[in-house]
């Protein structure tokens, strides 16, 4: 199983960025798909999630109303579009997968990608 995100960069506080994370090796529809972020001294957090039809979506309160995930299942690949983005949302961006039902907690997630550097400067 391979989880490919790419998409990040150094933008401005009030750009956008789309993040994309392709998945081979699985039946990418049997999976909830999540995007997690990993900040300097910082823990991994969970920042948004998708249930395996596209139909239910999560956010971290931090991010809600400012991201969006999406999935195309004919694509095999999740998106993160990250809008009016903010210093504080500087972080490596993971995308990951897992089985069944969509949660919060990375501890549940059975497969994980490399992760994508966003840099917002102020």
């Keep these: 199983v391979q989880l490919q995100a790419s998409g990040g960069g150094l933008v ?4 956008s ?4 994370c392709v998945a081979s090796g699985l039946t990418f529809d049997d999976y909830g798909m999540g995007w997690f972020r990993r900040a300097p001294g910082k823990d991994r957090e969970f920042v948004a999630g998708v249930t395996w039809s ?8 931090s991010v809600k109303d400012r991201f969006a995930i999406s999935r195309d299942n004919a694509k095999n690949t999740v998106y993160l579009q990250m ?6 949302d500087t972080a490596v961006y993971f995308c990951a997968a897992q089985k069944g039902l969509v ?3 990375w501890q549940d997630y059975d497969y994980w990608g490399k ?4 840099t917002v400067s102020s």
């Design 54 to 61: 596209g139909g239910s979506t999560y956010y971290a309160d």
């Design 103 to 105: 949660t919060r907690s």
């Design 12 to 15: 401005q506080a009030g750009d």
């Design 17 to 20: 960025l789309r993040l994309s």
């Design 115 to 118: 992760g994508t550097l966003v």
């Design 83 to 88: 809008n009016s983005l903010k210093p504080e």
